[in-house]
Nanobody, 120 residues
């Protein structure tokens, strides 16, 4: 059973930064892509960023140039560095393990989520 635990969320002013972390259990972390998604109240869960097992990355247009996804296989951890945050970035952020892509169906394990709130 794979467990994903996010941390690093919180309240920040517009223009500020946060760094989310996601720690994964299991010995096969390095073999899978990891993704970050977010869900705002009343909205569907949406893709934010993904990183392949080899380190290739992909981003949603809305966060490109502001967010950076990275991973440390030695520590089974994936990160999301979020800079120049905007109020519209407010959401619960989830990490997920699966195949590289932007669709929720491509991921089979999900964390419990961490709240990010950006005040104006």
């Amino acid at each position: 059973q794979v467990q994903l635990v996010e941390s690093g969320g919180g309240l920040v002013q517009a223009g500020g930064s946060l760094r989310l972390s996601c720690a994964a259990s299991g010995r096969t972390f390095r073999n899978y892509a990891m993704g970050w998604f977010r869900q705002a109240p009343g909205k569907e869960r949406e893709f934010v960023a993904a990183i392949s097992s080899s380190g290739s990355t992909d981003y949603a247009d809305s966060v490109k140039g502001r967010f950076t996804i990275s991973r440390t296989n030695a520590k089974n951890t994936v990160f999301l560095q979020m800079n120049s945050l905007k109020p519209e970035d407010t959401a619960v952020y989830y990490c997920a393990r699966g195949a590289m892509g932007a669709m929720t169906e491509q991921y089979d394990y999900w964390g419990q989520g961490t709240q990010v709130t950006v005040s104006s």
